[in-house]
T-cell receptor, first 112, second 109 residues
Framework: DTAVSQTPKYLVTQMGNDKSIKCEQNLGHDTMYWYKQDSKKFLKIMFSYNNKELIINETVPNRFSPKSPDKAHLNLHINSLELGDSAVYFC???????????FGAGTRLSVL | GIQVEQSPPDLILQEGANSTLRCNFS?????LQWFHQNPWGQLINLFYIPSGTKQNGRLSATTVATERYSLLYISSSQTTDSGVYFC???????????FGAGTRLFVKA
């Protein structure tokens, strides 16, 4: 069983569309994260939730909105997609705010 | 904020060779992880090592927190070791994880 699972694995869409990426963890962790990896492989945190509460919100366009319906899920909704949003998005989780992070397999988003 | 620098940026090895990857950070940390991103893009945990030394098979890592660096040793490298190695840190008192730019490793058969 996959510990941190993301869907979809690949997402190809047109500029201006709205899309969502889902993330679920079955590790019983309290904290979940979204990271963005750009074309140069640089990884940067976008958001973090602890017990469904937003604790990290980096300088991200407000077209990106995370939603955590419960501790095991953290979804990422993106409005009005732009070419520059093309990247790989990783979900991760940890036992608490300080702990070891486990990553999902990533979602490769291509905006045409 | 905390700065993380990894070296070398790129590394090509002949299969069987040993290597050392370095991660320097600019502030005290309470969390340091090494990851391997394989050619399929998957991020694999290698070590959670805010201080001390750990070994796992052909890989070992050492973090000297007082001198603000960590080293990842790969011995008897194999082609499957190819990929990007990332160091990620969280500074003491903070909740944000900062990744280094990575070391791209290619192991030739």
């Amino acid at each position: 069983d996959t510990a941190v699972s993301q869907t979809p694995k690949y997402l190809v869409t047109q500029m201006g569309n709205d899309k969502s990426i889902k993330c679920e963890q079955n590790l019983g962790h309290d904290t979940m994260y979204w990271y963005k990896q750009d074309s140069k492989k640089f990884l940067k945190i976008m958001f973090s939730y602890n017990n469904k509460e937003l604790i990290i919100n980096e300088t991200v366009p407000n077209r990106f909105s995370p939603k955590s319906p419960d501790k095991a899920h953290l979804n990422l909704h993106i409005n009005s997609l732009e070419l520059g949003d093309s990247a790989v998005y990783f979900c991760a989780s940890s036992q608490d705010r300080q702990g070891l992070q486990y990553f999902g397999a990533g979602t490769r988003l291509s905006v045409l | 904020g905390i700065q993380v620098e990894q070296s070398p940026p790129d590394l090509i090895l002949q299969e069987g060779a040993n290597s050392t990857l370095r991660c320097n950070f600019s502030d005290s940390v309470n969390n340091l992880q090494w990851f391997h991103q394989n050619p399929w893009g998957q991020l694999i945990n290698l070590f959670y090592i805010p201080s001390g030394t750990k070994q796992n098979g052909r890989l070992s890592a050492t973090t000297v927190a007082t001198e603000r660096y960590s080293l990842l040793y790969i011995s008897s490298s194999q082609t499957t070791d190819s990929g990007v190695y990332f160091c990620a840190v969280r500074n003491t008192g903070g909740f944000k994880t900062i990744f280094g730019a990575g070391t791209r490793l290619f192991v030739k058969a």
